[in-house]
């Protein structure tokens, strides 16, 4: 393990002593930990009791934080007085704010200045921004540290945020990240512990990798269930189900069978840092307390280069000018005189000197980093031709009669409207069952929710599922489908529902959807020609850039403040065939 200057102890004396009962030798900063109890147990204070030590001993720890308590490590445990002298990136209390897309940053921060730190992911809006932030990070740290190893250890707090056992699809990639880190970061000198209260939903697969856990009070059936899950995996041969509720607060049950070799109840020592996890108390609160002074100007400066090239880098930021300067192309457009028979050509200005410098200036970015090969993917070379095709097009000379037009013909060409067409694809081919006779479902409801499931197979949400179906997922009729469906063993799950192997049997042949372009026009196709259709296409037409509702609107001929407009993005997004907020951009999965 690599010291700082100043460590007071040599590495063979260090022991990282949380308890009277247990001292911990330095080699834990590398391994995997493991605090599970049920809430105001004492499982974050007892990691937190870790932490203090590793910062006595020299070693560095990064913390990642959904809950926005680990700020208390920088008071003293009278909440007014200066604590631990470490940055708080981002939360309500932090030195400095973060944002979704600066994971990577963060990680390039840590690894190159090699600080302890506590990151606050609390005040992400969406689920979404935070497991981006979370797999930009994870990625980064680990591929940084393969090529730098180092002894430094990471606290997850709720980690079932993290490494859920059931992620759904905008966590997948960030499971994978640190599933990856978890198995194979030791070898690079990264260890970690995981905290939950709720042990039942934090992946499997991470949580056996355990060495060493702290099980805290729990009551819950199914956390209990999860531990002993864990014993016996360890192979230990303990009956524990009646003990964890009888565990006092701040006395956790510590087990070790390869690592340390230990089974035993110890009591956490007293911190010396100020306990933000506490629940708070009328009349006592921190939110008022301002944390200790620490030097932040160096760290904004090394920031401000790092942030500029990761928007240069950013897909999705030349992605956002270009739908900028197609904005603009419009507006100008719009100002232009209407032609008339026998007029003149002459210059219209398209776009202003400043603008020309600005978009000279990324390009030209981009290009500098290509040159250092500074990680430029494919999709960011492909931004960099769509701008440079743009700044061909609007440095031509106009004429009066001439336009600056999006681009929405006709690569997917919109399928021929027809009066009261069902958007619900068609019953698909069926076979009989095995013994001959013709399966009970029918042609209805019940067959058309049963297709959807078989088509996504990792299952849908009732709104997901009615929309596919062409029900209301709020209508009696659909509640009596899936109830029915339920009983047969035909479906399985609440939140998420999934086809089961029964029902697949009892469905028969089915029609799967295409892949690639094909996914694309079988949509356009199910859309039947509508607003929802126009929408979708002028997306696809644009991928894989973004588009303003306002550029939106014009291009599907719908007004984008009109109730109708919001009904079929809602559909859309429904249907998985779109994704973001203030711009849409098509789904990538029509393109994969």
């Given at each position: 393990?690599?010291?700082r200057?100043?460590?007071?102890?040599g590495?063979?004396?260090?022991k990282?002593?949380?308890?009277?009962?247990l001292?911990l030798p330095?080699?834990?900063?590398?391994e995997?930990?493991?605090?599970?109890g049920r809430?105001g147990?004492?499982?974050?204070y007892?990691?937190?009791r870790l932490?203090?030590?590793?910062h006595?001993?020299?070693?560095?720890?990064?913390?990642l934080?959904?809950?926005?308590?680990?700020?208390?490590?920088?008071?003293?445990?009278?909440?007014?007085t200066?604590g631990?002298?470490?940055?708080?990136?981002?939360?309500?209390?932090?030195?400095?704010?973060?944002?979704?897309?600066?994971g990577?940053l963060?990680?390039?921060?840590?690894?190159?200045?090699?600080i302890s730190?506590?990151?606050?992911?609390?005040?992400?809006?969406s689920?979404?921004d935070k497991?981006r932030f979370?797999?930009?990070f994870?990625?980064?740290?680990f591929?940084?540290?393969?090529?730098a190893p180092?002894a430094?250890?990471l606290f997850i707090e709720?980690c079932?945020?993290?490494v859920?056992q059931n992620?759904?699809?905008?966590?997948a990639?960030m499971?994978?990240?640190?599933?990856?880190?978890?198995?194979?970061?030791?070898n690079f000198?990264?260890?970690?512990s995981?905290?939950?209260q709720?042990?039942?939903?934090?992946?499997k697969?991470v949580?056996n990798?355990?060495?060493?856990l702290?099980?805290?009070?729990?009551?819950?059936p199914?956390?209990?269930?999860?531990?002993?899950?864990?014993i016996s995996e360890?192979?230990?041969?303990e009956?524990?189900?009646?003990e964890?509720?009888?565990?006092?607060?701040g006395?956790?049950?510590?087990?070790?069978?390869?690592?340390l070799?230990v089974?035993?109840e110890?009591?956490?020592?007293?911190?010396?840092t100020?306990?933000?996890?506490?629940?708070?108390?009328l009349?006592?609160?921190?939110?008022?307390?301002?944390?200790?002074?620490?030097?932040l100007e160096q760290?904004?400066g090394?920031?401000?280069?790092?942030?500029?090239?990761?928007?240069?880098?950013?897909?999705?930021?030349l992605?956002?000018?270009?739908?900028?300067l197609q904005?603009?192309?419009r507006?100008?457009?719009?100002?232009?005189p209407g032609?008339?028979?026998?007029?003149?050509?002459r210059e219209?200005p398209?776009i202003k000197?400043?603008?020309m410098k600005?978009?000279?200036a990324?390009?030209?970015a981009?290009a500098r980093?290509?040159?250092?090969?500074?990680e430029?993917?494919?999709?960011?070379?492909?931004?960099?031709?769509?701008m440079?095709?743009?700044?061909?097009?609007?440095?031509?000379?106009?004429?009066?009669?001439q336009a600056?037009p999006l681009?929405v013909?006709?690569?997917h060409?919109?399928?021929r409207?027809?009066?009261e067409r069902?958007?619900?694809?068609?019953?698909?081919?069926?076979?009989?069952?095995?013994?001959?006779?013709p399966?009970?479902?029918?042609?209805g409801g019940?067959?058309?929710i049963?297709v959807?499931?078989a088509?996504r197979r990792?299952?849908?949400t009732?709104r997901?599922?009615?929309v596919?179906?062409?029900l209301?997922s709020r209508s009696?009729?659909?509640?009596?489908?899936?109830?029915?469906?339920?009983?047969?063993?035909w479906?399985?799950g609440t939140g998420?529902?999934?086809?089961t192997?029964?029902?697949?049997r009892?469905?028969g042949?089915?029609?799967p959807l295409?892949?690639?372009?094909?996914?694309?026009?079988y949509w356009l196709?199910?859309?039947?020609?509508g607003?929802a259709?126009?929408?979708?296409?002028?997306?696809?037409?644009?991928?894989?850039?973004?588009?303003?509702?306002?550029?939106?609107g014009?291009a599907?001929?719908?007004?984008p403040?009109s109730?109708t407009?919001?009904?079929?993005?809602?559909?859309?997004?429904?249907l998985e065939?779109?994704?973001?907020?203030?711009e849409l951009?098509?789904s990538e999965?029509?393109?994969?």
């Amino acid at each position: 393990m690599r010291l700082r200057p100043g460590a007071a102890r040599g590495v063979a004396a260090v022991k990282l002593r949380i308890s009277d009962d247990l001292a911990l030798p330095v080699e834990a900063v590398t391994e995997k930990l493991g605090f599970l109890g049920r809430t105001g147990s004492g499982k974050t204070y007892a990691a937190q009791r870790l932490a203090e030590e590793m910062h006595a001993a020299g070693a560095q720890f990064v913390v990642l934080d959904p809950v926005g308590v680990w700020y208390g490590l920088r008071l003293a445990g009278d909440g007014k007085t200066p604590g631990l002298p470490i940055p708080v990136l981002g939360g309500l209390r932090g030195d400095i704010p973060l944002e979704p897309g600066g994971g990577a940053l963060i990680a390039n921060l840590v690894v190159d200045r090699g600080i302890s730190v506590v990151i606050d992911v609390s005040q992400f809006e969406s689920d979404a921004d935070k497991a981006r932030f979370a797999q930009a990070f994870a990625d980064r740290f680990f591929f940084r540290k393969k090529a730098a190893p180092s002894a430094v250890h990471l606290f997850i707090e709720e980690c079932q945020e993290f490494v859920p056992q059931n992620p759904q699809r905008e966590e997948a990639r960030m499971l994978h990240a640190f599933t990856r880190m978890w198995k194979l970061g030791r070898n690079f000198g990264i260890g970690g512990s995981l905290l939950s209260q709720r042990p039942q939903e934090v992946n499997k697969k991470v949580l056996n990798l355990t060495e060493l856990l702290f099980c805290f009070q729990l009551t819950g059936p199914q956390e209990r269930k999860t531990i002993e899950g864990w014993i016996s995996e360890k192979g230990i041969d303990e009956d524990i189900a009646a003990e964890l509720p009888k565990l006092k607060v701040g006395h956790p049950h510590v087990w070790s069978p390869a690592w340390l070799r230990v089974s035993k109840e110890i009591a956490i020592s007293r911190k010396t840092t100020f306990d933000a996890s506490s629940t708070p108390t009328l009349g006592k609160t921190a939110a008022g307390r301002a944390l200790s002074p620490i030097d932040l100007e160096q760290l904004r400066g090394e920031m401000a280069a790092t942030i500029e090239r990761a928007k240069a880098e950013d897909p999705r930021e030349l992605r956002r000018q270009i739908a900028e300067l197609q904005k603009e192309a419009r507006q100008a457009k719009q100002h232009v005189p209407g032609p008339a028979p026998a007029t003149k050509m002459r210059e219209v200005p398209v776009i202003k000197a400043a603008e020309m410098k600005r978009l000279e200036a990324a390009i030209a970015a981009e290009a500098r980093v290509a040159e250092k090969g500074l990680e430029a993917n494919a999709k960011a070379l492909a931004c960099l031709k769509a701008m440079q095709t743009a700044l061909e097009a609007f440095t031509r000379k106009p004429t009066a009669q001439q336009a600056v037009p999006l681009d929405v013909s006709s690569r997917h060409p919109l399928p021929r409207v027809t009066p009261e067409r069902p958007w619900a694809p068609p019953p698909p081919r069926r076979r009989n069952l095995e013994n001959g006779a013709p399966s009970d479902i029918g042609r209805g409801g019940l067959y058309r929710i049963l297709v959807a499931l078989a088509q996504r197979r990792q299952g849908l949400t009732n709104r997901q599922l009615g929309v596919r179906a062409g029900l209301s997922s709020r209508s009696g009729t659909f509640s009596t489908y899936i109830s029915r469906a339920r009983q047969a063993g035909w479906i399985e799950g609440t939140g998420i529902v999934r086809i089961t192997d029964a029902g697949l049997r009892a469905l028969g042949d089915f029609e799967p959807l295409p892949e690639g372009p094909a996914l694309a026009d079988y949509w356009l196709r199910e859309l039947g020609g509508g607003g929802a259709a126009r929408i979708l296409k002028a997306l696809i037409d644009v991928y894989p850039g973004a588009l303003p509702h306002e550029l939106l609107g014009q291009a599907a001929d719908i007004s984008p403040r009109s109730g109708t407009y919001s009904t079929y993005v809602s559909r859309l997004r429904t249907l998985e065939l779109i994704e973001g907020r203030n711009e849409l951009r098509a789904s990538e999965e029509l393109f994969a």
